[in-house]
């Protein structure tokens, strides 16, 4: 069974930081593009980051200079290492895999708040 667990969410105050992790199970990790969204209440879904076979990166305009993907294969895990939060980072991330089709996590709450 597919699985995609993220963890290290949590609630932190305007200008910290937090590292989010996706432990993948279930598929061929190496061959899987991985990225990170997140859906904050009454919005969209929208793309925070995504890192590719080949660790190329892409990121949302609204995290860029603040937000870094990368992958360790050999742990089946992608993170998110998010600095310098702001209160408009708030809501729910999730763990998306892509290769022959999308997996998703079940999302985890990150609220930054004083």
């Known amino acids: 069974q597919v699985q995609l667990v993220e963890s290290g969410g949590g609630l932190v105050q305007p200008g910290g930081s937090l590292r989010l992790s996706c432990a993948a199970s279930?598929?061929?990790?190496?061959?899987?593009?991985m990225g990170w969204y997140r859906q904050a209440p009454g919005n969209q879904r929208e793309l925070v980051a995504i890192?590719?076979?080949?660790?190329?990166?892409n990121y949302g305009d609204s995290v860029k200079g603040r937000f870094t993907i990368s992958r360790v294969n050999a742990k089946n895990t992608v993170y998110l290492q998010m600095n310098n939060l702001k209160p408009e980072d708030t809501a729910v991330y999730y763990c998306?895999?892509?290769?022959?089709?999308?997996?998703w996590g079940q999302g985890i709450q990150v609220t930054v708040s004083s």
């Open positions: 998306n895999a892509y290769w022959n089709r999308d997996y």
């Open positions: 279930g598929i061929a990790f190496s061959l899987y593009a």
């Open positions: 890192i590719t076979t080949d660790e190329t990166t």
